[in-house]
């Protein structure tokens, strides 16, 4: 009889210890997919940058580049636009851009990396503020929001040329 009497409580233990871990497994999970889709959003930004990099190196004009980017994101819901409040920008500077050329939200910041650029590159930097996207932000109720990060990225390129023509300055 003993054994039975073990038996019976040590299951309910088990389901006990059960429903605990259970919740825990939950925010986990949902913070694992929260983490990403969120590095999904910063891998958009980082290839929107490259793209928009490659094309102001062959010279193209800052719509060109422009368009470029918004061609990436688009894709996530996240409109680079010159409202205020709309949390993005775009920065070209380097070749052909002096001083930088920039379009975006007028009221957010998107600090250039602090390292110059040569005579024949150019460098675009794309800023997102994740408030501005469709991000849902599934675990702000227990203090684990990602709302208010900005994702940043540069991408620095060579000016590239016709085999016929010479280099800047030739």
Known sequence: MRCRRNGRSRRGVSTLESLS??????????????????????????????????????????????????????????????????????????????PPASYGDPTFGCPLPANETQDIEVRVTVCVDLSATRFCDALASWGLSFMGRTFRASSLVMMEWEQDQGLPGD
């Open 21 to 98: 871990v259970i919740p825990i497994l939950l925010i986990v999970l949902v913070f694992s997919i929260q983490a990403g889709i969120a590095a999904i959003y910063q891998a958009a930004v980082v290839h929107s940058a490259t793209v928009a990099a490659r094309e102001a190196g062959k010279g193209a004009d800052l719509d060109t580049v422009l368009a470029a980017v918004q061609y990436i994101v688009d894709v996530h819901g996240i409109a680079i636009n010159d409202v205020p409040g709309t949390g993005t920008r775009v920065v070209v500077d380097g070749f052909g851009f002096d």
